[in-house]
């Protein structure tokens, strides 16, 4: 009934920036947390950055703590992530993920409600 539409991925070079956006379509509801998570070949999807209903709370992982920013715009059910510096290591597909039930911060996985179908992001050296 929700989908959740990603957009802004693509290849960039180190030293480079992105800027994802993820949209949810269908019906209206409310959520109340949005994030973004990455997934690398072999490795465990990871949160990168969540943030609350209010703004006021924001979460992010110390793997992108000041070189990415996390914002959202309640009105149109839409989480961005502006990704600056990207490292080779920031390689991997990136999935929004709205969290319908928490009014705050729950880093585990199991806890978000809705996914985004990923969006690749490749930084190449």
């Known amino acids: 009934q929700v989908q959740l539409v990603e957009s802004g991925g693509g290849l960039v070079q180190a030293g480079g920036s992105l800027r994802l956006s993820c949209a949810a379509s269908?019906?209206?509801?409310?959520?109340?947390?949005m994030g973004w998570f990455r997934q690398a070949p072999g490795k465990e999807r990871e949160l990168l950055a969540a943030?609350?209903?209010?703004?006021?709370?924001?979460y992010y992982a110390d793997s992108v703590k000041g070189r990415f920013t996390i914002s959202r715009d309640n009105a149109k059910n839409t989480v961005y992530l502006q990704m600056n510096s990207l490292k080779p290591e920031d390689t991997a597909v990136y999935y929004c993920?709205?969290?319908?039930?928490?009014?705050?911060?729950?880093?585990?996985?199991?806890?978000?409600?809705?996914w985004g179908q990923g969006t690749q992001v490749t930084v190449s050296s």
């Open positions: 993920a709205f969290d319908v039930r928490h009014p705050i911060v729950v880093v585990s996985t199991t806890a978000w409600d809705y």
């Open positions: 943030i609350n209903w209010s703004g006021g709370m924001i």
């Open positions: 269908g019906r209206t509801f409310i959520s109340y947390t």
